[in-house]
């Protein structure tokens, strides 16, 4: 697509199921989203939808943050009413981490689908900066669901 053309941004929609009744997004945040994921250049959004370039701009980080926002929440619902829920106090050793979680597995009969490695890198990729190395360097809130999906939460507040 040339970086001036502006596809169909109602069937762009639809075909996404796009729900404004139901969706943390409003139309226009969806409609600036969409386009910009079809790689339209912010000028030519601003130019179809007859406003600056700074609004659009505006339009995009805040549809952005509600998306961001709104996976904090669904993560923050499934770590509260997940039946494995673990914490993991700030200093505890990584490599001691699946074990914590293995055995909280266990004794709530829910399978856990990683490896020890790779529960290792799920729990340090989602807790960014507050697993430096080996180290826990917050308190972290583990909780794996029922079908074994692992969620993180860093300590609240933080």
């Known amino acids: ?50 406003t600056s370039r700074a609004n ?40 001691d981490v699946p074990k914590l979680i293995y055995d909280a597995c266990d004794d709530s009969g829910v399978k856990v689908s990683h490896t020890a490695p790779d529960l290792m890198k799920v729990i340090s990729d989602a807790a960014g900066d507050a697993v430096e190395g080996r180290e826990v360097k917050e308190q972290l809130f583990v909780g794996v669901t029922s079908d074994g999906r692992v969620r993180v939460r860093r300590h609240p507040g933080v």
Not at 59 to 78: L, M
């Open 1 to 50: 697509m040339s970086d001036d053309a502006v596809p169909d941004v109602d069937d762009l929609l639809e075909r996404a199921g796009f729900d404004p009744e139901t969706s943390i997004l409003t139309r226009r945040q969806a409609e600036v989203l969409a386009l910009r994921e079809q790689g339209v250049r912010q000028s030519t959004i601003a130019e179809f939808l007859g």
């Open 56 to 95: 659009v701009s505006s339009i995009e980080a805040s549809a952005r943050n509600n998306v961001e926002k709104a996976r904090e929440t669904v993560t923050f619902v499934d770590t509260l009413t997940a039946p494995v829920r673990v914490e993991v106090p700030a200093e505890t050793d990584l490599y």
